[in-house]
């Protein structure tokens, strides 16, 4: 199933035209930057995964279980970290990536990223807006729904998700899911594929 759904490649529509590039902070990178949203950190910080997603994405929900996987069999170990990349032809990526970063903002990334793919089959491929799903979302998380509302629609929330695309788009991303392995793209077709490069990593 797997090697399957990864042939699925979703090309990314140009989202602007790299000028929306925020300068990088001391420590920073174009892959990971102080704000960038770790699912889990290794303390030795020797490898990092990133990944550059689309909630809309179905490649990306097939990758979502392997990953998971992944983390739990490399915890301590890997670092992981999710970066925002809406493709725009999907309708609802913007929303749903809005959705989750509103979460972020009360400590729920997590939760509301794992929710997304979860439920992808259900507000996915739709030309109707979700925002009243993705609003059931945050009220079954017990988020603060007047702040959540807020962080929903202000202009700063979809400019940190815009960051993430100009970073995207900086380091040569073209689609979802796409995989950097220590600074390294990767394009892994299996789960196998993906325990060696890391495997590779760690030893190296």
């Keep these: 199933m797997f090697l399957v759904a990864v042939a699925v490649v979703f090309l990314v529509d140009r989202v602007g035209d790299g000028k929306n590039e925020a300068s990088l ?3 920073e990178s174009r892959l990971v930057r102080a704000d960038s949203h770790h699912l889990q950190k290794a303390a030795d910080g020797k490898v990092t995964l990133v990944e550059f997603l689309d909630f809309e994405c179905e490649a990306c929900a097939a990758y979502f279980p392997v990953v998971e996987e992944l983390r739990k069999q490399y915890a301590g170990k890997v670092t992981f970290v999710a970066r925002y990349f ?3 032809s999907h309708f609802n990526a913007e929303r749903a990536a809005r959705a989750v970063e509103a979460a972020a903002q009360q400590g729920r990334f997590e939760a509301m990223y794992q929710r997304m793919y979860e439920t992808q ?13 993705f609003r059931g979302y945050a009220k ?3 988020l603060n729904m ?12 979809l400019a940190r998700i815009k960051k993430d695309v100009a ?5 040569g991303v073209q689609g979802t899911p796409t995989f950097f392995l220590n600074g390294k793209k990767i394009e892994p077709a299996s789960s196998d594929d993906f325990k060696a490069a890391i495997d590779a990593a760690l030893a190296g």
Excluded: F, H, R, S
Excluded at 167 to 171: H, K, P, R, S, Y
């Design 25 to 27: 902070a001391a420590g």
């Design 146 to 157: 007047d702040a959540w509302n807020k962080a929903y629609d202000d202009p700063a929330t």
């Design 86 to 88: 809406p493709i725009p």
């Design 167 to 171: 970073d995207g788009q900086a380091l």
């Design 121 to 133: 089959k259900a507000w996915g491929e739709k030309q109707v807006p979700a925002d009243e799903v």
């Design 140 to 142: 079954g998380l017990g």
